[in-house]
């Protein structure tokens, strides 16, 4: 206890002999820093550590500052000495920034709907650089900074990559739809075990379908003539076709493919093991497996050609197709009816096609 006493007495002489040289207003700043201190910490009482806000770091700093630094770190501060000199750093970085501040705002954020455009432009045309998008928007009388524009698709992650610019299967086929054929050849069985097979061809932009014929053997010879009959009808019906696309089953000979050349039709081969490439043709030999052929006993040849004969023509007159608006082939969309009174007196009939295995719908006359 009395160690304690002396202990505590010759500390305070020590410190009442320095603040001698110091003038009242370092001492004054000196309470007011150390009173903060306490206030502190009497704000939270119980915090296993003593947190200071910004409020009380400017406070600190501007007590401190016009202190020298010796005098600065003599001090008993419940921080370093250099975390309070670092708080005034910050104090004049802050300072400084908000009086240098420029008059006038930078350039305004673009419109949302100009850079949704924007954005839509690059989906649409994977090719298009960023100045091709530009040129594009000052066509349209858009004004807009070729930077800006670079600046959007960089901020979407957009860029000059190889894969924006290539052309992938899909493209090409929305783009030739309006020249475009596709082919296959489709197997089926008879009760005695006889395989038939049916040649049939698809226009990519109208789903139109043309059975070529049926055979139980598909020779180069029927193969040929078949082809020349599909090339003699698309010339009657004055059809642009530039591109077939087929796969790449031996039943279609050289010869198939020489024809179809002459006539300024160009062969396509999908790859191997890949129907996505040939989809919509597929996806007319399974509606036609699911909505014929697996629903009909075919007897033989004479009876699956007009069985195919009705569905073609069901098909190409009347079933309705989802790629084109629910509209059919060869038959447009009719006008809604908007009459109430004509809702409520419907009359609809229906019409059947192979006995009863395809039924097709009317207004009565």
């Known amino acids: 206890m009395l160690l304690r006493l002396a202990y505590l007495t010759v ?7 320095r603040l001698l040289p110091m003038n009242d207003r370092d001492k004054e700043v000196e309470i007011l820093t150390l009173r903060h201190q306490v206030t502190v910490v009497e704000r939270q009482l119980g915090a296993d550590r003593v947190k200071f806000a910004p409020t009380d770091r400017a406070l ?20 370093q000495p250099e975390t309070v000199l670092r708080w005034h750093r910050d104090l004049m970085r802050q300072r400084h920034t908000r009086l240098c501040r420029p008059k006038r705002p930078g350039r305004p954020r673009t419109i949302r709907s100009i850079r949704l455009l924007i954005l839509r432009l690059v989906r649409e045309n994977p090719s298009w650089g960023y100045r091709r998008v530009h040129g594009e928007l000052a066509a349209l009388g858009i004004k807009v900074a070729a930077a800006t524009v670079w600046e959007i698709l960089k901020a ?3 860029g000059l990559t190889p894969g924006r610019s290539a052309t992938t299967w899909a493209d090409f086929l929305r783009s030739q739809a309006d020249a475009l054929l596709a082919c296959d050849f489709i197997e089926t069985v008879t009760p005695n075990g006889q395989r038939q097979y049916i040649l049939a061809v698809i226009e990519h932009a109208t789903r139109r379908v043309r059975v070529l014929g049926t055979t139980a053997h598909p020779t180069a010879h029927w193969v040929g003539q078949a082809t020349r009959n599909l090339a003699m009808d698309l010339e009657d019906a004055g059809a642009t076709v530039n591109y077939l696309i087929r796969d790449r089953d031996s039943k279609f000979p050289a010869l198939f493919d020489q024809i179809l050349s002459d006539t300024g039709i160009q062969v396509v081969l999908s790859g191997i093991r890949i129907p996505r490439m040939n989809s919509v043709m597929e996806h007319w030999v399974q509606t036609c497996r699911h909505e014929l052929l697996d629903r009909t006993l075919i007897w033989n040849e004479r009876h699956l050609r007009q069985a195919l004969r009705e569905f073609e023509h069901h098909h190409n007159t009347h079933r309705p197709h989802q790629a084109m608006n629910q509209a059919a082939p060869l038959r447009a969309v009719p006008e809604p009816i908007t009459d109430p009174g004509r809702i ?11 006995g009863g295995v395809i039924h097709e719908y009317c207004h009565a006359a």
Not at 11 to 17: G, K, P, Q
């Open 11 to 17: 500390t305070n002489a020590f410190a009442a002999l």
């Open 156 to 158: 979407e992650g957009i």
């Open 60 to 79: 600190l700093s501007a007590l401190l500052a016009p202190l020298p630094g010796e005098v600065v770190r003599r001090l008993r501060l419940l921080v």
């Open 344 to 354: 409520t007196r419907l009359d609809i009939r229906r019409h059947d096609r192979l």
